[in-house]
């Protein structure tokens, strides 16, 4: 499914929307990370968003961006993860329904946040086509309007405030690197950081059980199936077309990281950075150390995209 | 050992000497925590300080303050904790020698950080008695400055100066908490506080198994000796004569915490705020959500005091 890919100023605008809401996000260093790689690293903290991920930022502005018969009837999205709690999160500060479908075999405390955010729950089979079915009953039950998690305008505008913020907060960065799962992210952040500055180097992540985004770009033409094998829950998603689209236009560059790798840059970023990071966003400095010769001297911007980890049960 | 206290001028002083060298680390919030609690939670984060701790302030300060010729000599200390590391660190910044006291026993982890660091280790038997002999002994054969981790007028101006950023990050506190170990924070922050804000509350928090500020204050005379049973590391020192004067002079009010309630909270902090912080920094709000009806609906500020952590043995 096609959708239109958001200009800068839907990004300003959006910006400007979720400025009451959202968290401005530090962006921390690290001497030590910085000597391991031999460039200048500026990691932007999304776990320290509100919800501990990027994902409140698109759907903050999905919510707010509704008209205001729109927002009566309420939100609906399939997640189990991130973005299910961030809509739940942002339809709160508008005081709207927020209906979260979830697959049966969800991580409990996920799903426990994400009720206690105050959503309404709806189990389906964990299927791609149980979710779709199951949401399009809630969608036609309710009339709550869909926010996807990534195959959205409006959600991938949110995203690309964080590039807007970033750019801010590093005036002289030579590339910025995100992970990419379903590429709402990867696609906000390219449209808002070459808007900016168009010379700026712009970087995928993605592992190498994942590698959709990586293989699409190679091929030239989209993967519309495959099995994920990653320990990176975040990233398990196909890249939309949309999103795809973006990725070529920004001649965006995908950079693949196996598992292993990743896990040993997770435990790098909590020694040296003294966050608790997701597995996924450490794809990013996995990346930069395995590629280091592509990144030796630049200023690089690293985006951190969540914290929300099972602390019983670190991966290392 | 009495040493004078440093005055709010002196704290004044100690943060322009250590502003090149010093992170001005970030306050953060959390709602769940907020709404846990009933109050306004301000984090101050020097777990994102320099080195990982606060410390870095206080052993910058006294690197800084030495004249040309004293500093020729290098610095020397005991410690086998963050003030050792927080030595090094600020004698590199200065290009002079670093000699640290580390007791036989001492984390291997935190001797390799020190000696990364670029100081030089000296081995002593793990009594304080031994300590002190072997720092002597330092001090003689080379000639170097002695940096106490506590009781030293410019250790604790250079701690103080948390208080004097925090104060500038949250102007509408009505209480400030920190952990209490030797004393070098809570003086210094007290000072500093208090000659902003003369009518800010103060608070310490101690681990029950090395509660001997709460208790010297209670009896009116400082213990001078015990046998620290707690699993925070970083506050198993005897409060120093001159901190204990400070404490008394602000009217610090001393709330003790079980080792129990410190791991809980450690496990809340990392949840909620998704960053890595030591048991001993979560005293503070292990001492917040037992008293908590003392803090309701007030402005709180809570010292992060660190984040130096062995990621193969959670305390939980």
Redesign the interface.
Known sequence: MKVPLPSLDHIRDAAARIAPYATVT?V?RS?ALDAMVGAQLHFKCE??Q?G?AFKFRGACNAVWSLTAEEAARGVVTHSSGNHGNALAMAAATRGIAAHVVVPDGAVRAKLEAIEQAGAILHRCAPTIAAREAKAAEVQRDTGAIMVHPYADTRVMAGQGTLALELLQQCEHLDALITPIGGGGLAAGCSIAAHGIQPSLAIYGAEPSGAADAAQSLMRGTRIDHFTPDTICDGLRALIGESNLDALRMHAVDVITVSDDEIIAAT?QL??A?????EVSSATVFAAVIKQRERFAGKQVGLVLTG?NVD??A?P?
Do not use: E
Request: glycine share 10%; no cysteine; hydrophobic share 50%.
């Open positions: 530090p921390l001497d776990n320290l509100r501990g435990r909590w020694q950075l003294k966050l608790v990071v914290g602390l019983d670190l290392w």
